[in-house]
């Protein structure tokens, strides 16, 4: 079965510092694309990153990195230089060939401290 | 930059009546999706729409809901008879393509009250 864990549902980092939100998935499937989402407090979700499971660099976009490590199944999101604005729930998703759907995890809310 | 839209951004219904959800996608997107976000837990997908057609549902898209197309832009979901668990935020979604790396663009979002 498809799946995905987020098993950090709180993390707290300090302002300008880097952090790291883990997502693990499970699938059977060779084919398949992982994505993060940012949840702020008002509810929309933004699209963070995308990272594929045959790209063999890791993807970057501005200060958020995946850290994608096929082996481990792990797709982690490492965001750089953290600021306010970056508090928010995060949400980890993934689709597999074969269907149209995103299986979501079930987020990590990120509080950023001054 | 496009974006995908919803109306209304709140929604507050009786047990038993219809609701309309309404979901503008990005222009040149050709597929669209809904998904809904109970309280405090994870984003579920409902279904997807290519073509004036239902591509996939979920087990949560049971009878009681509908989606349509009903002119070029417009792409709307219904709940004919809305149940207190039908509360939540849904959100509309659209993508250009159905590839593995498509990303699909969510919307702001509608939070619909059932009482």
């Known amino acids: 079965a498809q799946k995905i864990t987020q098993t950090q549902p709180g993390m707290f980092v300090q302002e300008k510092e880097a952090v790291t939100l883990d997502c693990t998935y499970d699938t059977s499937d060779q084919s398949y694309g992982l994505f993060w989402y940012k949840q702020p407090s008002s509810g929309e979700m933004i699209f963070l990153i995308y990272?594929?499971?045959?790209?063999?660099q890791n993807a970057t976009e501005g200060r958020y990195s995946l850290n994608f490590q096929k082996a481990r199944k792990s797709a982690n999101l490492v965001i750089s230089a953290s600021q306010l604005g970056d508090s928010a729930m995060y949400f980890c998703?993934?689709?597999?060939?074969?269907?149209?759907?995103?299986?979501f995890g079930t987020g990590t809310r990120l509080k950023v401290l001054a | 930059e496009p974006e995908v839209t919803q109306t209304p951004s709140h929604q507050v219904t009786q047990m038993g009546q219809e609701v309309i959800l309404r979901c503008v996608p990005i222009s040149n997107h050709l597929y669209f999706y809904w998904y809904r976000q109970i309280l405090g837990q994870k984003v579920e997908f409902l279904v997807s729409?290519?073509?004036?057609?239902?591509?996939?549902k979920s087990e949560i898209f049971d009878d009681q809901f509908s989606v349509e197309r009903p002119d070029g832009s417009n792409f709307t979901l219904k709940i004919r008879s809305t149940k207190l668990e039908d509360s939540a935020m849904y959100f509309c979604a659209s993508s250009v393509g159905t590839g593995i790396g498509e990303t699909q663009y969510f919307g702001p979002g509608t939070r619909l009250l059932v009482l």
């Open positions: 729409f290519y073509n004036n057609e239902i591509s996939e």
């Open positions: 998703a993934m689709r597999t060939s074969g269907t149209y759907k995103y299986i």
């Open positions: 990272q594929g499971s045959y790209d063999e």
